[in-house]
Structures are given as structure tokens and as C-alpha cells.
């Protein structure tokens, strides 16, 4: 693995190592079934490039030694580099992905091409890209290949690295990881559809990227404003995050000044075109998540936005439970309602690494199809949200309280009979998935409101 991030030639050096162990048949027989599915028209990749862009998103299960808290800011340098490469690892995989649905046959040095253009056009380098794709007559050269690959490079690293958000900054990180990736699937559906990359597709994917990171931007400024989190350090901080956007010389003067007096919620969200309404709305409840925002302002905020983005309640919950699967605090939670060292919860974490993707799915499923009934039956089961918001703050359960809890979900199991194998011997440790992608409308907060309220906000 690349680790002199300093070398221009790193990302050249992480796609040829991705390029060299990849084998075609074993990744097509390692894409999950949905995805084959949506992608059976190699004409229109767009229905898998959005579940394969959903799933890279998610955080995994993340397993540290007991009393190491997760997401240490003082992790060693090493560190945020590995996280920076897995990432860009992530972008290259999405874009191997999406060739093996095509079912173009697998040369080497012509993915790799496809794969330098593909990146260089994400971020912005739309000439060195169309010089690199290798459809240019005779092929691309090599050294036009070298040039989109190190301007990916260099541009992937002075936006996204080191990953993560500094101190009073807007939580922008894992939006703009997203935001990226969404353009990139765009730009190699469209190299697949149109048989090359065409200048006027590469202005309209990066003028909607833009605008979708200005947007993010603003919302999350709003957000933490509604917290009382945008004193003076904070805006200094965010002033700067702006110019690792991409934007161009107006557009970070624009969203400079969004973020000095975003709009309200509800205005926000009227400005906000409908197919990115849930976008935004996914990375507000992620922030609400990360910051543990769980006073009653930055909760109205996000509400006020739901209700003005007029999305239905099906995609509501479906933006929060992805906030969930995002969110990675899986350890925390495991340690709050494990027993401990000898409750073998971190061999546990480990397998439910892999399953992830299937668990998040089944439950997203399960939620969407019966939004009133958990509604309901959360509402009944009486201390179940109250132990979840307990556990959500921090606060280790104690053995009559886990008792309860596990009582509580079989009798959720035998109303939702989708949820039955959190209920089964084990279920405990998977109780950080169900309580975070229940959707927040079934936690104790959302419902401390009038009915009236509460009733509108799960109607969608």
C-alpha cells in the first residue's frame, strides 16, 4: 500500500495494485444480487451505480480494544492515511464495478486508462480526462494517462486529506466523500453509455456536484447554528473548509456567505432541487448522529426541513436509516450493551462486519414497509425507546435493563415479524443496528411533541 502521499505517483501506484489483484469473475460473483439485477441493461448503469454508491458509503463495523474510543482524533498519521487510501481504494472499486456490469472485456492497461479519466473528470480536471479516456483516436498515450492520474491525485489530496473534520468545523467530510462518488458514478455511466467522455456531460455532472456541495454546506451551517455551535473560532474554521470544495472563484464566495446566515430550514429545503432533498436530509441526521445533537433546536431544524422537502415517509425513513448504517459508532454501542471483555462482543463486531450490507438492507426493508405499525408498537412496548436513548447517549445498560430490552424486542419481533433475528439468541449485540435505523421518529424525543406533530412528521 502507497503511504508517501508526498510522491505524485501515489495514486498511480494504488491503481495498478488494484488493477493487478482484480479478477473479474470472482468480483462479479462477489456483486450482490440487487446490484446484478439493476445493472442487466449494460445500456443504463445508473439503478446499480446508485446501490453500489449507497453501499461504498456505509461504515463498517469498526472493532478497538476495550477503552480505546473509536474515532480518537490522535490517531498517528499512518493512520488517516490508510483511511485517505481506503477511501480512494473505495472510488477505484466503484469504477471496476461498474465496468464488469457493462461487460466490456478486462485489458489492463485500458481500465486502467478508463479509470485515470474516470477519477481526473470527478474532480474537476475535465481536459486531462478527455486526453486520457482511450478512445482517443489511437489510444491514449501513456504519458496523457500519467497527467489525469496525477491531477486526480493531487486534487484528491488537497480536498480529502487528511479524512475526517477538524475542531469547530462543519461535520462536511463524509457529505463531500458522497458527493464525489455520486459524480464519479455519473461520469463512468455515462463514458459507458456514450463510448467516451463528452465535455458538455462533464460540465453539467460538476456544476450539480457543486451545487449539491453548496447546499450541504449551508444546511449543515443552519444545523449547527440552530445548536448554538457557530461562534467565532467556528466560522473561522468553516470559512476555510469552503475553498477544499472544488468550487470555483463565485461559487465559494456564495456559499461563504450561505454559511455566515444560511436560510431557515424550510427555505432552504424550497431551494433545494427535489432529488437531493433526501441527500441532504441523510447527511443532517448523519451530523445529528456524529455531534449527538439531542437538544430540542437542531432536532426542530431537521423536522422543519422533512416537512418542507415534502419527501413521503417511506423516503425519510430511507434517508435516516442510511444516516444510521453511515454513522460509525457500532463499538460504542456494542460496548454499552455487551457485558463486557468476556461477552465476546469484538469477535462478534468482526462478524458482523461482513454482513453488514444484508443487515442494513433487511432492516431498511422491514422499517419502510411497516413504518406505522413499529410506530405503534415502540410507542407500546413503553421503556424500549427510553433504553435505546439511554444507550445512544453513552450510558452502559445495566443487566435488568438489557433483560427488558430483550423482552421488549420479541414482543417487537412478533409485531414486525422482519425484525424476528434481533429477538434470537445473539440479537443483543446487533441492538446497535435497530436502534439506529429505526427511523428518529420512533425515539422518545419525536414523540414528547403533540400528537398533531408527531402525526404529520410520519405521514411524510
Given amino acids: 500500500m502507497p503511504r508517501r502521499l508526498t510522491d505524485k505517483r501515489w495514486l498511480g501506484e494504488l491503481l495498478d495494485e488494484e ?48 477503552g480505546v474510543a473509536a474515532g480518537n482524533r490522535a490517531a498517528p498519521a499512518s493512520a488517516a492515511a490508510d483511511a485517505f487510501i481506503d477511501e480512494v481504494r473505495a472510488h477505484i472499486g466503484l469504477a471496476l464495478d461498474l465496468a464488469l456490469l457493462r461487460g466490456d472485456p478486462f485489458v489492463r492497461a485500458r481500465r486502467r486508462a478508463e479509470i485515470a479519466a474516470a477519477l481526473a473528470a470527478a474532480v474537476g480536471e475535465h481536459a486531462v480526462a478527455i486526453a486520457a479516456e482511450p478512445e482517443q483516436p489511437g489510444g491514449a498515450s501513456d504519458r496523457a494517462v500519467e497527467r489525469a492520474t496525477r491531477a486526480a491525485a493531487e486534487a484528491l489530496h488537497a480536498r480529502f486529506y487528511p479524512p475526517g473534520d477538524p475542531a469547530h468545523a462543519l461535520p462536511l467530510h463524509a457529505g463531500t466523500i458522497a458527493v464525489l462518488r455520486r459524480r464519479l458514478a455519473r461520469v463512468v455511466c455515462g463514458y459507458h453509455r456514450d463510448g467516451r467522455l463528452v465535455a458538455d456531460a462533464l460540465a453539467r455532472h ?58 431557515a430550514p424550510a427555505t432552504l429545503a424550497e431551494a433545494t432541487p427535489e432529488r437531493v432533498r433526501g441527500f441532504l436530509l441523510e447527511q443532517l441526521r448523519l451530523a445529528q448522529l456524529g455531534l449527538k445533537l439531542v437538544q430540542e433546536a437542531p432536532a426542530a431544524w431537521i423536522e422543519a426541513f422533512a416537512r418542507a422537502s415534502r419527501l413521503d415517509a417511506q423516503a425519510i425513513a430511507a434517508a435516516e436509516i442510511e444516516a444510521a448504517a453511515q454513522h460509525a459508532d457500532h463499538a460504542e454501542w456494542l460496548e454499552a450493551l455487551g457485558d463486557g471483555a468476556g461477552s465476546g462482543w469484538q469477535g462478534f463486531a468482526a462478524d458482523l462486519d461482513a454482513a453488514t450490507d444484508e443487515v442494513v438492507e433487511r432492516v431498511s426493508t422491514a422499517v419502510t414497509d411497516n413504518l406505522d405499525a413499529l410506530v405503534t408498537e415502540i410507542r407500546e412496548t413503553g421503556e424500549l425507546g427510553q433504553l435505546l436513548a439511554k444507550a445512544a447517549a ?55 411533541r403533540p400528537g398533531p406533530s408527531k402525526r404529520k412528521r410520519t405521514a411524510g
Fill in 19 to 66: 488493477l493487478l489483484r482484480h479478477d473479474p469473475d470472482q468480483a462479479r460473483a462477489r456483486l450482490p444480487a440487487d446490484v446484478r439485477g439493476a445493472g442487466a441493461s449494460p445500456v443504463d448503469l445508473a439503478p446499480a451505480a446508485s446501490l453500489l454508491v449507497t453501499r461504498s458509503l456505509r461504515r463498517r463495523v469498526a472493532v478497538v480494544r476495550p
Fill in 206 to 263: 460538476g456544476a450539480y456536484a457543486a451545487r449539491e456541495s453548496a447546499l450541504l454546506t449551508e444546511a449543515l451551517a443552519g444545523l449547527l447554528g440552530a445548536a448554538g455551535l457557530d461562534g467565532a473560532p467556528a466560522r473561522a474554521v468553516r470559512q476555510r473548509q469552503v475553498a477544499r470544495l472544488g468550487l470555483d472563484r463565485a461559487g465559494v464566495r456564495a456559499t461563504r456567505h450561505a454559511i455566515a446566515a444560511p436560510r
Fill in 394 to 448: 453513552g450510558h452502559a445498560l445495566t443487566k435488568d435493563e438489557k433483560r427488558k430490552v430483550k423482552a421488549q424486542l420479541v414482543d417487537l419481533a412478533k409485531a414486525v415479524p422482519a425484525l424476528a433475528i434481533f429477538a434470537a439468541p445473539g440479537g443483543m449485540l446487533l441492538l446497535p443496528l435497530v436502534a439506529k435505523l429505526l427511523p428518529f421518529s420512533l425515539l422518545p424525543s419525536s414523540w414528547e
